[in-house]
């Protein structure tokens, strides 16, 4: 079945540094969503992509759509510590669903 | 603030007791889903309703019963549980297919 493998599983971070995560599909896709979940709470959409190539910001967050379609990269910048959280990826099983597949997560730690 | 409410936000329940969580939301959105999420995975999708309508159920036991009342509201009805099906119990909602799904913040569920 389709997978989203996330890279890194998780990171430390200094408070300050930029950082940068991937997802990746071994089928395609063509939309790709970048969520954040905070501990207690649900999952908060940061950013819909819906193009190949496409890049889009939301304040210090930038994601790309792979030229691929086969991957996704999510970017923040100076990183504060509000920033820690669970980061999941997700696309839908199949084009014309309801059906979304979540990544395995990239869990973010900032060091003040 | 989500704007997809769920109550109760904890729940703890014995194994033979019947219990309900509900979900609601006021945006328009014509599909709504249940997922279940264990601690540090991704959401696992449960059921999806669309126009009201049971459209998926993912090989759900039957201890779990979905409800749609109306287009705003969406029940999972609870009985005989095991003890491990404690989890986050997560409601989301989109406007159709291939459309970002929006969280509530979970019912932490406890069998006990």
């Known amino acids: 079945g389709q997978q989203l493998n996330q890279s890194p599983q998780s990171m430390f971070i200094q408070e300050g540094e930029d950082v940068s995560m991937n997802c990746t599909s071994s089928?395609?896709?063509?939309?790709w969503l970048w969520y954040k979940q905070d501990p207690g709470e649900g999952p908060v959409l940061l950013i819909a992509l819906y193009k190949a190539g496409e890049l889009t910001s939301n304040g210090r967050l930038t994601a790309q759509f792979g030229i691929t379609r086969k991957d996704s990269f999510l970017n923040i910048s100076a990183s504060i510590p509000s920033d820690v959280g669970i980061y999941f990826c997700?696309?839908?099983?199949?084009?014309?669903?309801?059906?979304?597949?979540f990544g395995t997560g990239t869990r973010l730690k900032v060091l003040a | 603030d989500t704007e997809v409410t769920q109550t109760p936000k904890h729940l703890v329940m014995g194994m033979t007791n019947k219990k309900s969580l509900k979900c609601e939301q006021h945006m328009g959105h014509r599909a709504m889903y249940w997922y279940k999420q264990k601690a540090k995975k991704p959401p696992e999708l449960m059921f999806v309703y669309s126009y009201e309508k049971l459209s998926i159920n993912e090989s759900v036991p039957s201890r779990f019963s979905p409800e749609c009342p109306n287009s705003s509201l969406l029940n999972l009805h609870l009985h005989a549980l095991q003890p491990e099906d404690s989890a986050l119990y997560l409601c989301?909602?989109?406007?159709?297919?291939?459309?970002?799904?929006?969280f509530g913040d979970g019912t932490r569920l406890s069998i006990l």
């Open positions: 089928s395609i896709f063509n939309t």
């Open positions: 989301a909602s989109s406007l159709g297919q291939n459309q970002p799904q929006h």
């Open positions: 997700a696309g839908p099983a199949l084009s014309g669903t309801y059906k979304y597949i």
